[in-house]
């Protein structure tokens, strides 16, 4: 998460001119120098490069727009060099957004075009640090917040970007706090003033920054939540602190609060767009605040949906400032990716939201854990919206018997694909076959009436003659 000119985007270049090979294939050989001195003393090509030319890691690399398959993992040449005040970070657990599903697509303008390693957030364990670095040392554990670049085994980013790890918090719970929690805080604390008493609506409640925002929401007396989700999930989200459990596949959610609060609600958090804002705006009650921070309504199935997309522009609300002031009600717009430059803002939330984590009052809850060679499951998983938490990604390599599984996996998949594409050429040779038939069937009667044409001929001319005798 870093701006424009921030110097995580100069990680991004370094990464990108780093070079690249897939992840099954490493060369065994060290690259070769092509340093003057080398070519000159025979003697120096069988000594140890230096450390920076030997580096390798892993990385997660969006190669282009698309399905699950278009996130590969390479292998990256090259320690990444550090710049003043930044810090090199061994990654250990990353976490993965709902955004990085829409970055996957096309859809999240804060993601750098393809080849580029997405990932928002981390935890791991500070390798080296730069030049004016003061407070932060080799060995700190961290949990970091960054635009992009974290989907990989090693990361540099701005010592700014960091946050050292409390006792007691895994690394797993560090990768899944700073985007989910840090989201719903400031929405939640800044835009929406939660206060005692309050009502608030949390759509997809089994989700990150749903679970973090009911769980915000516990730590203020008496606030009602209440909370969207699929009935499998109502037990779940309940247990974590939402009052009323709305199942959004089989009921009308407006309906079902207008029930339980007939005025409306103080607080809505929006991250679904389109025709679904429409309907948040009109059930706040007077003073009420409508945060919108997403539009999950645009994401239909593996590739870019454009019908999808045109229908949540069309659906895209609007509001005169007239009927603002005359329904006494507030929106607002809530983007973390474009919050870069402000991180004294955001220190300020994390802060707090690790006070409240110490004190026992927020907790992030890990629904899965998936290795690097999984990611398109993990996205698969999160896309078909089958998580209660947080999906995250760790580096440690995967276990050579689960790659054999997964191996199998693939291969079952890829089975599958050729049997599935040979039944859809089948029906396709079918269809041509009927086809066919059809115009066979449709040119015998033609035939007969071309063979009847000569006979009606002749019995014309013979009727003339007869005629003419």
């Known amino acids: 998460m870093s701006g424009e000119d921030a110097p995580a985007q100069q990680q991004n270049a370094v990464d990108q001119k780093q070079e690249t090979k897939p992840a099954e294939e490493p060369k065994a050989e060290p690259p070769k120098t092509e340093s003057a001195e080398a070519a000159a003393t025979p003697a120096a090509t069988t000594e140890k490069a230096p450390e920076e030319e030997t580096f390798t890691y892993r990385a997660l690399v969006l190669t282009g727009y698309g399905g699950y398959d278009k996130v590969k993992l390479q292998v990256k040449k090259g320690k990444p060099a550090l710049k003043a005040g930044e810090v090199l970070v061994r990654v250990k657990v990353c976490g993965l957004n709902f955004a990085d599903l829409m970055a996957r697509q096309g859809l999240y303008d804060r993601l750098p075009s393809p080849p580029v390693t997405p990932g928002m957030e981390c935890s791991g364990v500070v390798e080296a640090v730069g030049e004016e670095v003061t407070d932060r040392k080799v060995g700190d554990k961290v949990m970091v917040l960054n635009r992009f670049g974290l989907w990989q085994e090693v990361a540099v980013v701005p010592a700014s970007h960091t946050f050292l790890i409390p006792d007691g918090m895994s690394f797993e719970e560090a990768a899944a706090l700073p985007v989910n929690y840090i989201t719903a805080y400031l929405m939640l604390f800044d835009f929406g003033n939660l206060r005692p008493n309050q009502s608030v609506l949390v759509h997809a409640a089994a989700g990150g920054v749903g679970i973090a925002a009911t769980q915000l929401c516990k730590t203020v007396k008496d606030v009602t939540v209440f909370g969207t989700a699929s009935a499998s999930k109502h037990e779940a989200i309940s247990q974590g602190g939402v009052t009323h459990a709305i199942d959004y596949r089989t009921k009308d959610y407006v309906e079902e609060v207008r029930k ?210």
């Open 260 to 469: 339980i609060s007939p005025k409306g609600l103080d607080i809505i958090l929006d991250p679904l767009g389109g025709s679904d804002t429409h309907k948040a705006y009109n059930l706040l009650k007077p003073m009420g605040k409508l945060i919108t921070y997403g539009a999950a309504n645009m994401l239909a199935g593996q590739r870019k949906n454009l019908i999808a997309v045109a229908k949540n522009w069309y659906h895209q609300f609007s509001i005169h400032t007239l009927s603002l002031i005359q329904g006494n009600k507030s929106v607002c717009g809530f983007h973390l990716g474009y919050l870069d430059g402000e991180m004294e803002l955001i220190t300020e939330a994390m802060n707090t939201i690790l006070d409240l984590y110490k004190q026992g009052k927020v907790k992030p809850r890990i629904d899965s854990t998936w290795h690097l060679e999984q990611v398109g499951d993990a996205m698969r998983k999160m896309q078909e919206r089958n998580n209660i938490g947080k999906e995250i990604l760790t580096t440690e390599p995967m276990p050579e018997e689960e790659k054999k599984e997964e191996a199998k996996k693939e291969d079952k998949k890829e089975g599958k694909k050729k049997e599935d594409k040979k039944k859809d050429d089948k029906k396709k040779d079918d269809g041509k076959k009927e086809e066919k038939k059809d115009d066979k069937k449709k040119e015998e009667p033609k035939k007969e009436e071309k063979k009847e044409e000569p006979k009606k001929e002749e019995e014309k001319n013979e009727e003339a003659k007869k005629e003419e005798k």
